[in-house]
């Protein structure tokens, strides 16, 4: 087939696309149960389409019908062998054996360690730190009341969580 029929036919393959994309949404909403995997499986068909090299089609409406079908039977196929690896997830979400006296135990002890990392720090480090990440202050505020500049306010709460993460790192959660 000559180059120019060839990309005439992908032309009008194209533009049957772009006419039955409410209708080819609807189909894989309907077999997906997700309007958010229909477009997904929608552009996964357009993209399927700009590939598409020398192959002239003779019915454009019923192959693009095919590919949407196709490609919800195999979204279909994935998400069935997902579920099989939600066991794991499923173990996860579990409650925690622990007694809720051994939880308050622990958050007690975490809480006190929290405090204890916060006084441990330079008064300056805190109350950026505190002013940053407890009250939400843009670090341009905060520069402009300590008379810093952002980029030291950026240093003091870096330094602050590295702190955090110094001190709580052995602790067990």
């Known amino acids: 087939m000559p180059k120019d029929q060839i990309t005439s036919a992908l032309q009008d393959l194209h533009a049957c696309f772009l006419r039955e994309m409410p209708r080819l949404k609807?189909?894989?909403t309907f077999r997906t149960g997700s309007?958010?995997?229909a477009e997904d499986l929608l552009h996964d068909l357009w993209l399927r389409l700009r590939r598409q090299s020398?192959?002239?089609v003779e019915n454009p409406r019923a192959y693009l019908s095919r590919i949407a079908d196709n490609l919800a039977i195999d979204e279909?196929?994935?998400r069935a062998r997902r579920q099989g690896s939600t066991d794991v997830n499923t173990l996860r979400d579990l409650p925690d054996d622990r007694s809720s006296t051994e939880q308050a135990i622990i958050a007690r002890d975490k809480m006190r360690r929290v405090a204890a990392a916060l006084s441990d720090m330079p008064e300056r480090r805190r109350v950026i730190f505190l002013a940053a990440r407890l009250?939400?202050?843009r670090y341009a505020s905060i520069a402009d009341r300590f008379g810093i500049s952002t980029r030291t306010v950026e240093n003091e709460v870096r330094r602050a969580?590295?702190?955090f993460a110094a001190t709580l790192d052995d602790y067990p959660d």
């Open 76 to 78: 279909a196929r994935f």
């Open 54 to 56: 020398k192959n002239v």
């Open 35 to 37: 309007i958010d995997t």
């Open 135 to 137: 009250s939400g202050e």
């Open 26 to 28: 609807r189909q894989l």
């Open 161 to 163: 969580l590295d702190h």
